[in-house]
């Protein structure tokens, strides 16, 4: 499961020389909201099945279709799901990150996707590993998440969470832009190119990786920054540490977005920044 805030720590409980994030076993999960991608075939009726088997060993549950849902948003901050479980890929995974991470609600994803690289159980496997999870025997992951800000002028137009990545890049017409970064107030470097990644080590083996960037262990806590498709500017990565602050500045004449986790492109005007 993945824990994007913080939970109690053990101490290396399981002998692997650091300290490893860890959920106490005396957590049993006794109400569990089931995130759904409805754009699945089959996700309906494996949600169905997987509420009666939880069902059957005493869990509450409910079933949710749409992660922009203010009600299912209510009821994780009163705190009426201590687990939540995701039925699709990793973009569902990533919606439900987005979604719980404020409420300190653990996730589990049971992949139904293509590639699911962040989810945890297969779709044939659920029913196998649940029981042991559902009497409090597993472990948890924790996840640092970053928070991308749109900035114009002195105006904050928009925040939002980010587990993977967030991407300032070009629009529409293929030509590079131009982005200045900055970390804590210092200039960094100026880029010619095609956009700039800012990633969690989570993210580092998503865009990042395909943009050429080193894999980093999602345990870590760090910041990783890398061009997409520079010209005649910095192509190394560069690794910062956690509490570090990222300005992204745009310089263009012509379109630039922005990206967080995949989600649909923000327009970005000249001077705009991400932080």
């Known amino acids: 499961m993945e824990q994007p805030i913080n939970p109690e720590r053990l101490k290396d409980p399981q002998g692997l020389g650091y300290n490893t994030p860890m959920r106490p076993p005396s957590f049993k999960p006794r109400s569990v909201v089931i995130l759904v991608y409805a754009g699945i075939n089959g996700s309906a009726a ?118 993977n990545e967030v991407v300032v890049c070009r629009g529409q017409f293929v030509r590079p832009i131009r982005l200045q970064a900055r970390v804590d107030g210092y200039l960094l470097t100026t880029y010619v190119a095609d956009g700039l990644i800012a990633a969690t080590p989570t993210g580092s083996s998503a865009y990042a990786l395909a943009a050429g960037g080193p894999i980093l262990p999602p345990e870590l806590r760090n910041i990783l920054i890398i061009p997409v498709a520079p010209h005649l500017s910095v192509d190394r990565a560069i690794i910062l540490a956690e509490g570090a602050c990222v300005t992204i500045h745009v310089n263009t004449a012509h379109e630039a977005v922005f990206s967080v986790d995949g989600q649909p492109s923000v327009v970005m005007l000249d001077d705009d920044e991400i932080h």
């Open 46 to 163: 494996e949600a169905q099945q997987l509420q009666s088997f939880l069902a059957q060993h005493g869990v509450r549950s409910a079933v949710c279709n749409s992660t922009s849902d203010p009600a299912l948003r209510a009821s994780l901050k009163a705190g009426e799901y201590d687990l939540a479980v995701t039925l699709g890929g990793d973009g569902t995974l990533l919606r439900g990150s987005h979604l719980c991470a404020p409420y300190a609600v653990p996730l589990l994803g049971i992949n139904m996707g293509h590639f699911g690289f962040l989810t945890e159980i297969k779709q044939e496997e659920w029913a196998e590993k649940l029981p042991a999870l559902l009497e409090g025997n597993f472990w948890l992951e924790e996840r640092m998440m970053l928070r991308a800000t749109h900035r114009r002028g002195d105006k904050d137009l928009g925040s939002w969470d980010v587990l």
